[in-house]
C-alpha cells in the first residue's frame, strides 16, 4: 500500500491517514481494486468466513497478478472461452467455492450457476462448522439480494466422499462434486485437483500461480484473478464460442507463465 501518493486524504495533525473501510479510498487510486480485495478478506476473516492461511494464498497470488500487470492475459481469456463452451454443454456442472472465493467473488458465482442452472457447493479445506455455517449463511443473503434463490447451495450435508483422499476435505454432496461431469473450482488445493482428475472428471480452475500443482494437474487453469475470470466467464456464457475438444491447456498456462517471465525481462532490460 503506497502511503505517499497522495491518494489518502492527510489528518489534519499531519499524520498519514490510511483508509480502514472501502468507502475512504478514492476509486482512482492506482491500487483500488487490489485494495478493496484486500478489504473484503479482512472483512470475511473477522466475520470467521476464512481459514488462518487465507490471507497468505491471497498474497502469493498478489504477486503473481503483479507479473501480469493485473490484467488478463491472452492466453487466460482463451482458457475462459474454453471452460464457459465446455460448461454449457456439461450434463452435470456443479461450482465448487472455499472461503476466499465466497468473499471474493460470491455474486458473480451465484450469477453463472443460475446461468448453468447449476448447483453451488461450498467444500472448504479446514471445515469447521462455524465456518460452514457461516459461508452457507453469507451466500444464501447474497441470492436473496440478487434474486437468486432458486440456486441450490450445498455442502451442509455432504453424503459422499472424494476417493483417495484423506480427512474431512474429501467430504461432498452427491448431487454436488461427487456426481458432476464438469467442476469449476476457483481456487483448487493440488492434492483434490488430482483426486477429481482421477474420478474421470472435467477440473476447471482458477490459479494466478501457473507452477502449482492446481494448475498443472487440471484439465484447464485459467491463470488469472478470481474477480476478473468470473467477470469474463459470465459475458462468455452468454455469447459462448463452440467447445473444443483439442484446447491445448498446457499451452494457455504457459503462455501466462511467458508474461509473467518477460515483465522481469523488461524490467532487468530497462535498468
Ligand atoms: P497446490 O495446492 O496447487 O500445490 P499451493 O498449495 O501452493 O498449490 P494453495 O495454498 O493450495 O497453493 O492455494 C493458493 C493459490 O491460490 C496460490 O497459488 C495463489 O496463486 C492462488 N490465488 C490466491 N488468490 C487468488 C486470486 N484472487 N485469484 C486467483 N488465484 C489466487
Ligand atoms: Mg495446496
Known sequence: MNQESGHFPRKTDGALHIPTTMGEVPESHPRYASLMSRQRLVDAMKEGL??????????????????????TAPGAA????????????????????????????????????????????????????????????????????????????????????????????SNCCK???????????????????????????QVFVIDLNPLSRTAKTATICIVDEVQRTV?????????PKIPDPKFDADASRRSVLEVMLDALERDQTDA
Not at 128 to 139: C, D, K, N, S, V
Not at 175 to 201: F, N, S, T, Y
Not at 231 to 239: F, G, H, I, M, Q
Open 175 to 201: 448431487d454436488g462434486i461427487l456426481g458432476a461431469d464438469m467442476i469449476l473450482v476457483p481456487l483448487e488445493d493440488g492434492d483434490r485437483c488430482e483426486a477429481l482428475i482421477a474420478m474421470g472428471k
Open 50 to 71: 476464512l481459514a488462518d492461511s487465507a490471507l497468505i494464498a491471497h498474497g502469493r497470488g498478489e504477486a503473481f497478478d503483479y507479473l501480469i500487470g493485473e490484467r
Open 78 to 169: 482463451a482458457a475462459i472461452d474454453e471452460v464457459a463452451a465446455r460448461l454449457l454443454v456439461a450434463e452435470r456442472p456443479v461450482i465448487s467455492v472455499n472461503g476466499n472465493t465466497v468473499a471474493l467473488a460470491c455474486d458473480e458465482l451465484l450469477q453463472i450457476a443460475d446461468s448453468l442452472g447449476c448447483p453451488l457447493e461450498v467444500n472448504i479445506y479446514y471445515r469447521t462448522p462455524e465456518r460452514m455455517a457461516g459461508l452457507l449463511e453469507r451466500i444464501k443473503a447474497r441470492a436473496t439480494a440478487l434474486d437468486l434463490n432458486h440456486v441450490e447451495i450445498l455442502g451442509a450435508n455432504p453424503d459422499g466422499k472424494i476417493p483417495g483422499l484423506e480427512g474431512p476435505r
Open 231 to 239: 467477470s469474463a466467464l459470465l459475458s462468455r456464457l452468454k455469447n
